[in-house]
């Protein structure tokens, strides 16, 4: 193997080219709605965004699903807040489905390039700045905090200076870059390739021909889903595979990935071309950004657990609320694994077959749902920095029910309204009160 070899770059000046009062680095929607909460109260705020979109895995990776905002019984709102109101957004503008099913997981369907113009709209109503095709490169720390960071975009190298930062790279770049202490779990959720095609489906299952086929296309075998997708009569949202031994942190192992992931799909439409009759299947569009759904996570005051997120434990500086169950896509075998907050647990050991079912708990006594408190959030290494998104403090069963997006969806609201609170107060992140941040977020239309 060749030893690794450096060069030295030389010195040079770095322009500033902006001042603002919080930086987030990462335009999911869990970053917009950190920027947003900022925004309403009385901050600056500029997103820093690979993409040239908004929107994270929900546009870029073509997932377009989020989850209840009811607890288990259907009878009490336990989300709300700016995922409330983006949904009202897009339901005024015929771009959202929505399931009367209790027992539906995805309960809304998105149109996702609709979606992409309302969270435009959203961020420059509240005059944040967007800086799309923009690289986080490296912080600028001045001790304990976090001067600045610096960019690489169209306008070349420059510095970009704030007085609060929030992490929502997805992966913890920026949380890595600072010395923040990471981990990643034995086994990782591996991240699904996904797409979009159009065709007339009734009457044979997509599944079955993959499940019965996909060896001839070099499939492994595996698990997948997919839905409809609002005002588009005929065109399917499928994830049907994963990328299995994909660290999507490292640039070689997310390359691959990316390139694997369209072999995948096109495996597919030719087992389709071949064994689907007449029926005339089309791909339409495939995912810019794989569906990572696991990379690496970073050490907080708090790392929640499955099993007081199942039972319902109650924080005082609870900042999030869910039902969604404990989803684990299997990353040594062809199956997921689904925990429901109701006692029973189901286990997808193939496309096709019926699950095997489960029982957790017994005793009937189940919560209706579950909480997520503020200190998951908190790191003490870099006063004026919270990282937030899938990078969380948790164990593997936590971070399986807490990843999607409704969930995270609340997590940046709360980074949002910290760094107001931070910044206000005069005081580094861990001496922020969770429970005057949850105040505030209620005060600003969160259902908790």
């Known amino acids: ?29 869990t970053g ?25 895995v929900a546009t870029s990776g073509l997932v377009n699903v989020w989850h209840k905002l009811m607890d288990e019984d259907e009878k009490k709102q336990v989300i709300a807040g700016l995922t409330q109101e983006v949904l009202e957004r897009l339901d005024r503008v015929g771009a959202v489905a929505v399931s009367d099913d209790p027992k539906r997981l995805a309960r809304y369907e998105l149109n996702t ?31 304990d905090r976090l001067r600045g960071i610096v960019i690489e975009n169209k306008d070349g190298r420059q510095a970009l200076l704030a007085d609060f930062f929030i992490d929502a790279s997805g992966d913890g770049d920026l949380a890595r870059d600072v010395g923040l202490t990471s981990f990643r779990y034995e086994h990782i959720q591996p991240p699904s390739p996904c797409y979009r095609m159009i065709g007339d489906s009734e009457g044979i ?11 001839e296309f070099g499939l492994k075998d595996d698990w997948g889903w997919d839905c409809g997708v609002p005002g588009l009569p005929g065109v399917m949202f499928r994830a049907d595979t994963h990328v299995f031994g994909c660290a999507c942190q490292r640039a070689r192992d997310l390359s691959l990935g990316e ?81 429901y907050l109701g006692g029973y647990e189901y286990v997808h050991n193939d496309r096709c077959s019926p699950p095997q079912v489960n029982h957790w708990r017994t005793d009937g006594d189940y919560a209706r749902y579950y ?32 990843r999607v997006m409704v969930n995270l969806n609340q997590l940046g609201e709360a ?13 580094p992140v861990w001496q922020a009160y969770g429970t005057e941040i949850r105040r505030l977020l209620i005060q600003g239309g969160s259902a908790l």
């Open 1 to 29: 193997m060749d030893k690794q070899r450096f060069i030295t770059e030389p010195a040079r000046d770095i322009r500033v080219c902006r001042q603002v009062d919080l930086c987030v680095v990462g335009g999911s929607c």
């Open 32 to 56: 917009l709605f950190a920027a947003v909460r900022a925004a309403r109260l009385g901050l600056r705020v500029l997103v820093v965004e690979m993409d040239n979109c908004l929107g994270g």
């Open 113 to 143: 390039e609709e979606l992409k113009i309302e969270l435009d709209r959203l961020a420059g109503e509240h005059g944040i700045e967007l800086f799309f095709h923009t690289l986080y490169c490296a912080p600028l720390l001045d001790g």
């Open 205 to 215: 299952s997509i599944s079955g021909l993959i499940q019965e086929h996909g060896a």
């Open 259 to 339: 390139v694997e992931g369209r072999r995948q799909v096109r495996a597919v439409m030719d087992i389709l071309r071949k064994y689907a009759g007449d029926r005339d299947f089309r791909l339409i569009s495939l995912f810019s950004h794989l569906g990572i759904r696991d990379s690496v996570h970073y050490e907080s005051l708090y790392r929640i657990t499955g099993e007081e997120l199942m039972v319902g434990a109650a924080y005082p500086d609870t900042v999030a609320q869910g039902t969604y169950p404990i989803d684990v896509h299997h990353s040594d075998n062809a199956g997921i694994t689904y925990r």
């Open 371 to 402: 909480q997520v408190p503020f200190r998951t959030l908190v790191q003490d290494k870099v006063q004026n920095l919270i990282p937030v998104g899938r990078m969380i403090n948790a164990d593997a069963g936590a971070f399986g029910a807490v």
């Open 415 to 427: 980074a949002g309204t910290a760094a107001y609170l931070c910044l206000h107060r005069g005081c």
